[in-house]
């Protein structure tokens, strides 16, 4: 059974940094293109970053541009997303998926940027 399952999220002050996880299992890993997709409080899902499987390519919302930084372990399938200058927009809930749309995503983890 595919499953993924993010974490790493909490409470943090507008220009501080987090780093999430997101555990991969029941899959060839390092095969996969990944995602990472947030969902804000009252709004839809929104696609932040995408990495491939070896890496090589990587790709970023303009909203995160620049701040945020995808990144993968395949040894230990586990894929990551370091976010550093957050802002109050970045409060959400964050999820690893297979694609854009949020598929196959976890639970999520939740961030809530605020003073």
């Known amino acids: 059974v595919q499953q993924l399952v993010e974490s790493g999220g909490g409470l943090v002050q507008p220009g501080g940094s987090l780093r999430l996880s997101c555990a991969a299992s029941?899959?060839?890993?390092?095969?996969?293109?990944m995602n990472w997709v947030r969902q804000a409080p009252g709004k839809g899902l929104e696609w932040v970053s995408i990495?491939?499987?070896?890496?090589?390519?990587?790709n970023y919302a303009d909203s995160v541009k620049g701040r945020f930084t995808i990144s993968r372990d395949n040894a230990k399938n586990t894929l990551y997303l370091q976010m550093n200058s957050l802002k109050t927009e970045d409060t959400a809930v964050y999820y690893c998926?297979?694609?854009?749309?949020?598929?196959?995503r976890g639970q999520g983890t939740r961030v809530t940027v605020s003073s």
């Open positions: 998926a297979f694609d854009g749309t949020g598929r196959g």
């Open positions: 029941g899959f060839t890993f390092s095969n996969s293109w």
């Open positions: 990495i491939n499987g070896r890496s090589s390519i990587t």
